[in-house]
């Protein structure tokens, strides 16, 4: 199994996850290779929470120019955690 702090990059704070929260569902920034296997036994052991279930999203990255310069952001992957009743992440 990898390592939990290689899987999980950090938690995403945006407007979305902010309105998600009430739902029991939290945001995380994790590898583009980790599956939800993965993701699940990280926020388990890096948390001490149970997991309910996870939905990822791959996002692609947007296409960027600078002057003459063409470039792309590079693609990334998030990870949409929904917590079983009563568990709760303290993200501040």
């Known amino acids: 199994m990898k390592d939990p702090y290689s899987t ?3 938690p ?3 407007e979305k996850g902010t ?8 945001l995380f920034y994790v590898t ?8 699940r036994s990280a926020i388990e052991e890096l948390y001490k929470v ?7 999203v791959t996002v692609r990255g947007k296409n960027k120019r600078v002057r003459f310069v063409e470039g792309k952001t590079p693609d990334w992957k998030k990870a949409i955690v929904t917590l079983k ?7 501040a």
Request: hydrophobic share 35%.
């Open 85 to 91: 009743q009563g568990d709760k992440i303290d993200l």
């Open 12 to 14: 995403l704070r945006t």
């Open 32 to 39: 583009k290779s980790a599956n939800k296997i993965e993701i």
């Open 50 to 56: 149970k997991v309910e279930k996870v939905n990822t």
């Open 19 to 26: 309105k998600l929260l009430p739902f029991n569902k939290y």
């Open 8 to 10: 999980i990059i950090s």
